[in-house]
Nanobody, 124 residues
Framework: VQLQASGGGLVQAGGSLRLSCVAS????????VGWFRQAPGKERVFVAI????????FYADSVKGRSTMPRDNAKNTVYLQMNSLKPEDTAVYYC??????????????????WGKGTLVTVSS
């Protein structure tokens, strides 16, 4: 199983980015996918999660209202669309996956598969 996150970069505050997470080696429609982020010197924290169908999503309070998480099972891909970016959004963003249809844990230890991460830097 492999997860490949991409789409990070340098953006000014107030801007937008769309991160992608492409999965391979699994029956993607049977897995939930979460996004986590880790800022320098801080722990990895939950950002968003979608269930296997993509119909249910949950977001951390820190990104709620500014982010969406579309899912395309035909492309084995989930996205994290982030708008109105703030300097405090600066972090390495990871996608993670776990087998299951309706699993909504915000605990990173509950996920089996991880991508390598993509760096998002928001300048003020």
């Amino acid at each position: 199983v492999q997860l490949q996150a991409s789409g990070g970069g340098l953006v000014q505050a107030g801007g937008s980015l769309r991160l992608s997470c492409v999965a391979s080696g699994l029956t993607f429609m049977n897995y939930v996918v979460g996004w986590f982020r880790q800022a320098p010197g801080k722990e990895r924290v939950f950002v968003a999660i979608t269930n296997s169908s993509g119909f249910r999503k949950f977001y951390a309070d820190s990104v709620k209202g500014r982010s969406t998480m579309p899912r395309d099972n035909a492309k084995n891909t989930v996205y994290l669309q982030m708008n109105s970016l703030k300097p405090e959004d600066t972090a390495v963003y990871y996608c993670a996956s776990r087998y299951g249809n309706n699993f909504y844990s915000r605990d990173s230890r509950e996920y089996n598969y991880w991508g390598k991460g993509t760096l998002v830097t928001v300048s003020s």
